[in-house]
């Protein structure tokens, strides 16, 4: 589409899936997107598909979220991979079996790179940040890792401030797009 907006796609859309164990915060991270606040207590097995219309770089885009709750790890993941346009691979930093357990997503992302777009970008998330006291997973384990899978990395609190857990979904879409 040509004109005022020049090749902008009037409406655009972004598929976002949070992926990583039970109780590293999936759930938190995404109420705080859509929501701007810290819900601490959410069904642990409830899964879903939220849409928030967004701007993200002053362009409107329609972010769908898939926050899913695997109890088994990195099973049954046909319903996601090529539904995805960026995945978040969350772990809690104060909890090492979550690190762990990200990595399992992480390797079955690449197992599986053939089906999804190559270029869909994967986003790795060490959340809790605020339990920085009872830390098990250094920023430099993270990094190591974000690097092994060539994935972005960020650290974040879902009960501290909205804008920083914003950025994160909102750099997700932005790396959809240029993939
Ligand atoms: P999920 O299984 O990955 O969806 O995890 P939840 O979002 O349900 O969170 C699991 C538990 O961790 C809940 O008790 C949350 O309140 C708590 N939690 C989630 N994110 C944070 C965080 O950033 N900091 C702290 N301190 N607790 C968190
Ligand atoms: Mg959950």
Request: net charge negative; aromatic share 12%.
């Amino acid at each position: 589409m040509t004109g005022m907006f020049g090749k902008v796609k009037p409406c655009a859309e972004c598929n976002l899936v949070l992926l990583g164990a039970m109780g590293c915060g999936k759930s938190a991270l995404t109420v705080k997107f859509l929501t701007k606040r810290f819900i601490s207590e959410y069904d642990p097995y409830l899964e879903d598909i939220y849409s928030s219309d967004e701007l993200v770089d002053q362009q409107p885009v329609t972010v769908r979220v898939m926050d899913t709750s695997d109890q088994e790890g990195p099973v049954n993941c046909e319903r996601y991979l090529s539904w995805a346009n960026a995945f978040l691979v969350v772990y809690s930093i104060n909890d090492m079996e979550s690190f762990k357990g990200c990595q399992l997503y992480l390797q079955t992302l690449s197992m599986h790179k053939n089906t999804f777009r190559s270029q869909t970008p994967i986003i790795l998330v060490g959340n809790k940040l605020d339990m920085d006291r009872y830390r098990q997973v250094s920023q430099s384990d993270g990094e190591a890792v974000a690097i092994r899978f060539d994935c972005s990395f960020f650290e974040v609190s879902a009960c501290w401030d909205f804008l920083s857990v914003q950025h994160i979904f909102h750099e997700a879409v932005r790396r959809a797009k240029r993939g």
